[in-house]
Nanobody, 119 residues
Framework: QVHLVESGGGWVQPGGSLRLSCAAS????????MGWYRQAPGKQRELVAT???????RYGDSGNGRFTLSRDDAKNTVYLQMNNLSPEDTAVYYC?????????????WGQGTQVTVSS
């Protein structure tokens, strides 16, 4: 079992910044990829950014260079720094961890944190 706790969402004006945090607990050693997805009303969930256990980072198209993913291994936490936010970034942001042990795969999700960008 992997448990994910997100924090850092909220309301921000266009052009502002937010930093999301996701702390993992439980079977940390089974996590192979960790990161963020988002889902806006009426849209499908989409990739924001992920990082592998080896440190390779992949960004989705949504950030367009405005988002930065980082990780603190000592805290089992990943961070998503989001700059120059626009109303189009309004969504529920979900932390995700993909675990794989002997081909036994699981997707773990946090409860989601709302990000609202508006004036």
């Amino acid at each position: 079992q992997v448990h994910l706790v997100e924090s850092g969402g909220g309301w921000v004006q266009p052009g502002g910044s937010l930093r999301l945090s996701c702390a993992a607990s439980g079977s940390i050693h089974t996590i192979r990829v960790m990161g963020w997805y988002r889902q806006a009303p009426g849209k499908q969930r989409e990739l924001v950014a992920t990082i592998t256990e080896g440190g390779s980072i992949r960004y989705g198209d949504s950030g367009n260079g405005r988002f930065t993913l980082s990780r603190d291994d000592a805290k089992n936490t990943v961070y998503l720094q989001m700059n120059n936010l626009s109303p189009e970034d309004t969504a529920v942001y979900y932390c995700n961890a993909w675990s794989n042990v002997h081909d036994d795969e699981h997707d773990w999700w946090g409860q989601g944190t709302q990000v609202t960008v508006s004036s």
